[in-house]
């Protein structure tokens, strides 16, 4: 079975800072990871997905994330955030052997000044 | 612009009474999913479609129903024996073809009282 582990629930951070929100997932097949942003009271925007090829994935926003398969990684990064990054992220898993997507529990990122 | 459209996005209901959440898309997209999240809890999923007329149980499917008569269409039912219904609940889809990403629609936020 596949899952997702998103060991931070809430990550306060300074704007202009870096941040690295962390996702580990579970799974003893091939692996499709995604990495969404949520902000209140509203849908799931994809921010940036891994498929395929490069393990460092660039996506919208200036999100990029790595993934690792060794440490069954896929963390997400940025190099200076902003305070309208402000948001509930969340990291998602789909193996071959499915068709749904598996989330973590989410990640709430907040940026003060 | 094509996309996914939940409606209402705000539903109140009496305890006891079934209520119908409808989600449609315009995206001609095969696959269709239903998850409820709860603070703390990410995004847990209840049914999915893969194709008109079939659908399958997630993981906290009881107390709930749907229905695929459309590719467009995927109302999910909460009837009166799910113990605590009120959640935020999120429609997605996806194309079906390969290991793509989930669009989501805004959601409907369950109160009952």
């Known amino acids: 079975a596949q899952s997702v582990t998103q060991l931070d629930s809430q990550v306060p951070v300074f704007e202009e800072a870096p941040v690295e929100l962390r996702c580990n997932y579970s799974s003893s097949v091939s692996v499709y990871l995604f990495w969404y942003v949520q902000y209140p009271n509203q849908g799931l925007q994809l921010l940036l997905k891994y498929l395929s090829g490069s393990t460092l994935v660039k996506g919208i926003n200036g999100f990029e994330a790595e993934f690792n398969k060794s440490q069954t990684s896929f963390h997400l990064r940025k190099p200076s955030v902003h305070i309208s990054d402000t948001a509930e992220y969340f990291c998602a898993v789909n193996t071959g052997t499915a068709s749904k997507l598996t989330f973590g529990t989410g990640t709430r990122l907040q940026v003060t000044l | 612009d094509g996309g996914i459209t939940q409606s209402p996005k705000y539903l109140f209901r009496k305890e006891g009474q079934n209520v119908t959440l409808s989600c449609e898309q315009n995206?001609?997209?095969?696959?269709m999913y239903w998850y409820r999240q709860d603070p703390g809890q990410g995004l847990r999923l209840i049914y999915y479609s893969q194709i008109v007329n079939d659908f399958q149980k997630g993981d906290i499917a009881e107390g709930y129903s749907v229905s695929r008569e459309k590719k467009e269409s995927f109302p999910l039912t909460v009837t009166s024996a799910q113990k605590n219904p009120t959640a935020f609940y999120l429609c997605?889809?996806?194309?079906?073809?390969?290991?793509?990403?989930?669009?989501f629609g805004q959601g409907t936020r369950l109160t009952v009282v």
């Open positions: 997605a889809s996806r194309t079906g073809q390969g290991f793509t990403e989930a669009f």
């Open positions: 995206l001609n997209h095969d696959a």
